[in-house]
């Protein structure tokens, strides 16, 4: 079955560390997507990319980074100056000019300890 | 700045009853809205969507009005069932396609029994 994969479910971090969020689709999609969920915030676009080698800033890019070496991978870094780095964070992929939007991960708790 | 408005964070309704969700939005470019629906600690999933051209579209017990003069949406749900319980969320495609979904901050449904 196609699908997005998000690993880990659940990631506890260290204040000071860099973690690295796994999302892998299988669903030949070309655009890649990172939202964080927070209480009241809805979704907030981090990073996205249309095509392989190439990736853009979202609304909360700081912080962040990003990678696109394969089109099925999309992994997301959250480094140390990210001030606030607990969240629910979610993958999603899309065909370019689908009716139906996006395919999400089901994402992944990250909480700074 | 938030281009798609969700105004109500949470609506609570009797199993059986309706329920009606608002979106508003502001950019009257866009041309396609969509909903997602949401449950704790999963990704979100696409429940119905909208072209500019209609003013409704039915699917199920699932139906979306679209007021584009008002630029205003609303979700009816009827009859709500409780595990309709989830966080609803509204939204827009930011460049007139499907890539870089623009999302509101999502109102919470509660169908109680």
């Known amino acids: 079955d196609g699908g997005i994969t998000q690993s880990p479910k659940y990631l506890f971090r260290k204040e000071g560390q860099n973690v690295t969020l796994s999302c892998e689709q299988n669903?030949?999609?070309?655009?890649m997507y990172w939202y964080r969920q927070d209480p009241g915030q809805g979704l907030r676009l981090i990073y996205y990319s249309q095509i392989v080698n190439d990736f853009q800033k979202g609304d909360i890019a700081e912080g962040y980074s990003v990678s696109r070496e394969k089109k099925e991978s999309f992994p997301l870094t959250v480094t140390s100056a990210q001030k606030n780095p607990t969240a629910f964070y979610l993958c999603?992929?899309?065909?370019?000019?689908?009716?139906?939007?996006?395919?999400f991960g089901s994402g992944t708790r990250l909480t700074v300890v | 700045d938030q281009q798609v408005k969700q105004n109500s964070p949470s609506l609570s309704v009797q199993e059986g009853r309706i329920s009606i969700l608002n979106c508003d939005y502001t950019?009257?470019?866009?041309?396609?809205f969509l909903w997602y629906k949401k449950y704790p600690a999963e990704g979100p999933t696409f429940l119905i969507s909208i072209s500019s051209i209609k003013d409704k579209n039915e699917d199920g017990r699932f139906t979306v009005f679209l007021n584009k003069s008002a630029k205003h949406l609303s979700l009816h749900i009827v009859p709500s069932q409780p595990g309709d319980s989830a966080v609803y969320f509204c939204?827009?495609?930011?460049?007139?396609?499907?890539?870089?979904?623009?999302f509101g901050k999502g109102t919470k449904l509660t169908v109680n029994p």
């Open positions: 939204a827009a495609p930011s460049q007139g396609g499907s890539e870089k979904l623009v």
């Open positions: 950019n009257s470019m866009f041309d396609y």
């Open positions: 669903l030949n999609h070309d655009a």
């Open positions: 999603a992929s899309s065909i370019i000019w689908t009716a139906y939007g996006y395919t």
